[in-house]
């Protein structure tokens, strides 16, 4: 059974087909003069029921409000229906997101760009109580002498008791003149603010201020040196050095307790560097060491993850990892040991990144108070827990969580019974090991003090309620702003949201009454568009405006019902009274004038329909050429073809070219018919009427009319007949020249004599030629001739040495017979000494004045390198011998051709060095790279890496997979070096740079600071690449950000800031004058 043709189902049948109800309706119009209550429904669709449901807004029913706004759940991507969500986020960042959602959670501090490792510093600074209370115990005017002193304080107290997640360190940064666009190393910082500190804080008058530094921070060691023969020290190891830090080696250490144990060991002296005893009075063997007197209530540790490279004068990171204990006993590192020294671990300064010059710095740092483990990073605090890396005891981590963060080792127990917070906190690290790949600084803090202890002494302890009282109305203030921007933050989204719950209401209230019955006459049209924004924007349009509606006499045309609605009296009266606007447009409102004149252009167009039909025979009898009888016109026969291709309904518009403007010459006349485009019919008089009364009705003045008897324009006539003369003459010289040199015409090579005289011709000029003489039809003067012929040649010969400044093509010898290379643009042909003749001739060249040559043989191809001179020509005797003969000679001997003048080898070397050179100074040029899987590349891309560059070629720029591998294209310079391709390569094929074995045909590219200028590559070369494999992946961030440490000539480090300006001194020793 076969299936029903549903084809044309659907299919809406043309205007000839079948007559709409609105046509039928304009015609009884037309034929009555009279407009009934049934027309008006029919032409302004009023009879449409109304629509539930469809899936958009109907432009063909008036009474379809469908689509106005969303489904129910639906939303939009803008205006009053969008996500309730969307509509906050355009009010702006909401300020309630940075409170502080608790006290007891510390601030972060903004990162300015680079500003990390200054932001990390200052909160484990910060979160020593005994330094923060030491700050905040400062005189008001020692702040006022000393501006980062009262930045620092200012900073403190902020991050004490401001409201805000995160403090603005701007102000700071600013203070100590940093650059906050430079990475710095924490490490250096923390180093040179102590110190800078140590020198503002000496002009407190508050003890426990005044030498917070020192009390801290500092303690000293001795460098011990000791003769092993008398066993005595040096006098200089009676000296005491201060530290604020320990510097220990972690390369090939694996923990703690190991670079303490380096950093204490001892050093022998023996061999060349003796030491000379002061009791023994010669030099003899000894050790050196480094001793321990005195340890500071806290002591940092620096982890030296950085070593120096002599050969690349570049710093590297260390990134294996590194042990550390909770609890640590130092006491038994004294000189005199003692067991009343034990530090608890209280922060760590983490290093994220793979290389000295980038990366990111965080800490993870105890709060004294209650023993939680916090994560400062930059704006971001995040709890921890009672551990430094957020990790219960006997939990392992994943290897991502190791390498970044770090573990802590299994085994350890936690007790979780302890009635206090810092109970729970140290009996849950006490002997307990960390790992980290990143840890950079640990900070140990002391727990336990003996009768010597002097910190409880030094450090003024203040109660959390003498928070420094100069700077409270300051932060109250900030409090009582940032509350402010919050309240007015919520005011302003809660005045938003119920704007838009009204708004919402109010258009589905009123989409509920718009709707009027079909069959109620009472009824108001109102604008499609005002109405789609009135019911779609936040903010309600202006006035209504129907003024869109209105036809020339002020009312509604039947044409304009896909633009409205129609509103029931209701939902018209609500909108009016609170919009305004107008004009009001009622169900009275219809317009009868436009009405008329639609069903006059309904039956003119039937009229012209019927009319065109009846004259379809006649057209189509012109175009096929017949005659009639009596007076006929000519029409362009390009019009009345397309004339007849167009639907019968079709009237003719005001952009139709007339039947006759083809025809017509800019003199006014009829123009030629071998003119172009004058191609023309001649159609009957009752055809010619209908097409000129039809087009005369719209535009009268674009139409011409020309009997058939009409003349053509006489000058028109005159210019073409010239032309046609001037394009015959040319037509048939270039005939009688292609027939005088049909083997050139053709392009291809022909046999060559050895007895035979030859001329030579550029050739890029017989390319030339050959393409102007083989041009016909519309391009027979279309081409420009050739160059002169004579000056051409005479271009040839250099002036220095009347030699030739171009090589003829090689010679091909095969099968006995010897020919020529083609080429169309290099190199010079051999032309026959006919050709020669002819040539000089049709160009007007002198035939003494052209480049003879012939064929020669060498001995052998390593004669070539010799020059001409030793060449042998064929001579008259040598035509007796056989073909065989011949065969063997030309075997034997290698054929080239010899020329008179000789080649200019001087000269052309010169021009060849002067086109590399500038071939080889390109820019944002590209090359194609393929990366081969295999161990060799395959013969396509290998003869590809020799082919010659093709100027201008078109190249892919997307990678493409092929058979060995993918393949990319890479835009390069003369003056890229090979490092930064293989950087490019790495970056898109993800080859690390050390593996890369990179090669154009069979050859290698060596030597990363060679360019590819040195290495002969050109624009358009295919290279390929294989991956050795033997270096680990890496990511090429880290390999750009050592590239542009080593293009730096030396590290800035904090030069010309306030840490390391002789300024800070110098204002100190003047504070110090005037007190």
Known sequence: ???????????????????????????????????????????????????????????????????????????????????????????????????????????????????????SILQCLYMNTSFRLGIFSLEPDILKKHHVLDQLARLFAQLHSSKMAFIDSAPFIKALELDNGVQQDSHEFLTLFLSLLEQS????????????????????????????????????????????????????????????SDYFSEEALDGENQYFCES??????????????????????????????????????????????????????????????????????????????????????????????????????SKLGLHPFGEKPGKSSNKDDQKSQGTSAAGSVTNNNNNTHQEAASNSTVGEMFSSTDAYMLMFKRTSKDENATESKNVTEISNGSFPHHFLNEINELNASYKKSCEEYQSKKDSQLACITERRQEVKSLLIEA?????????????????????????????????????????????????????????????????????????????????????????????????????????????????????????????????????????????????????????????????????RVSVPEDLWLFLYETITARKADDI????????????????????????????????????NHEKLVSGKSFALSPDQKYYLIPS?????????????????????????????????????????????????????????????????????????ELFSEEWSATPGKGISAEVAFRKSPQDKLQGSSEATPRTNGDLDQSHDDANDDLQAREPYVKTDPEVCEECIGERESCALVEKLNYQNEEIQVYFVRGKEAPKSIREASKAFPVPDRRTSKRSRRTSSGNSISLKVSGSTTVYQLKLMIWESLGIVKENQKLHKASVEIEDDFATLADKSIFPGDVLWVRDSEIYENRDIADEISEQKADIQQAEEGFRGTLLTSNVAAQLCQDIAFSE
């Open 201 to 260: 804080l000496s002009h407190s008058k508050i003890p426990g201020a005044r030498t917070i530094v020192q009390n801290l921070f500092r303690g000293s060691v001795s460098h011990v040196t000791r003769c092993s023969s008398c066993g005595k020290d040096s006098a200089a190891s009676s000296k005491m050095e201060d530290f604020y830090e320990l510097e220990l080696n972690i390369k090939g250490l694996n923990n703690l307790e190991e670079s303490l």
């Open 764 to 836: 890029s000029w017989l390319s030339e030629w050959r393409a102007y003489v083989t041009a016909t039809g519309k391009n027979i003067s279309s081409l420009s001739e050739p160059q002169n012929l004579e000056s051409t040649v005479n271009s040839l010969i250099c002036e220095k040495h009347s030699r030739l400044l171009q090589r003829p093509l090689d010679l091909v010898c095969k099968r006995g017979s010897i020919s020529q290379k083609t080429s169309n643009t290099d190199g010079l042909t051999m032309i026959s000494e006919s050709d020669w």
């Open 515 to 679: 709707p009027a019955n079909p069959e109620d006459d009472s009824y108001f049209w109102i604008s499609t568009d005002w109405l789609r924004q009135w019911a779609d924007n936040i903010t309600p349009p202006s006035p209504i405006d129907n003024s869109p509606l209105q036809c020339e006499h002020g009312k509604i045309p039947a044409s304009k019902v896909t633009s409205m609605k129609r509103l029931s009296a209701v939902a018209w009266q609500k909108l009016f009274s609170k919009y305004g606007g107008g004009p009001t447009l009622s169900s009275d409102d219809f317009c009868i004038e436009c009405l008329k004149a639609g069903a006059k252009n309904v039956v003119s167009a039937d009229v012209y329909r019927d009319r065109k039909a009846s004259f379809k025979s006649l057209a189509e009898a012109a175009l096929a050429g017949s005659s009639t009888d009596g007076p006929s016109y000519f029409i362009s026969r390009t019009w009345l073809s397309q004339w007849l291709r167009k639907k019968n309904a079709d009237m003719p518009s005001d952009t139709d070219n007339g039947p006759t403007s083809a025809l017509r010459c800019c003199h006014g006349y009829l123009l030629p018919e071998h003119a172009p485009g004058a191609k």
């Open 1 to 119: 059974m076969s299936r029903p043709n549903t084809r044309n189902k659907n299919k809406r049948p043309r205007g000839d087909e079948s007559e709409s109800p609105s046509a039928a309706v304009f015609k009884r119009i037309h034929s009555t003069g009279d407009v009934s209550k049934s027309d008006i429904r029919q032409l302004y669709m009023v009879w449409k029921p109304i629509c539930h449901g469809c899936h958009g807004n109907s432009k063909d029913s008036p009474n379809c409000f469908c689509g106005l706004i969303p489904a129910a759940n639906g939303v939009r991507k803008t205006g009053l229906w969008q996500k309730t969500q969307d509509i906050v986020r355009a009010l702006g960042p909401d300020p309630s997101e940075d409170l502080r959602d608790s006290a007891e959670r510390p601030a972060g501090l903004t990162n300015l760009g680079a500003t990390c490792y200054a932001n």
């Open 280 to 381: 023994c009075q010669k030099r003899v063997d000894a050790t050196r060491c480094i001793k321990l007197r005195s340890l500071p209530p806290v002591v940092n540790f620096q982890l030296k993850r950085y070593v120096f490279l002599p050969k690349t004068t570049t710093k590297k990171k260390i990134s294996s990892a590194f042990s550390f204990p909770g609890r640590l006993d130092l006491g038994k590192w004294l000189s005199s040991p003692s067991s009343s020294f034990t530090y608890d671990l209280a922060a760590i300064l983490i290093h994220k990144g793979t290389t000295a010059n980038s990366g990111h710095y965080v800490a993870h740092i105890k709060d004294e108070s209650n023993g939680q483990w916090w994560e400062f990073d930059d704006e971001t605090v």
């Open 704 to 739: 011409a009319t020309f009997p058939s008897d009409c003349q053509p324009c006489e000058i028109c006539n005159q210019e073409l007949s010239d032309v046609a003369s001037v394009e015959g003459t040319l037509r048939a010289e270039k005939l009688k020249q292609r027939q």
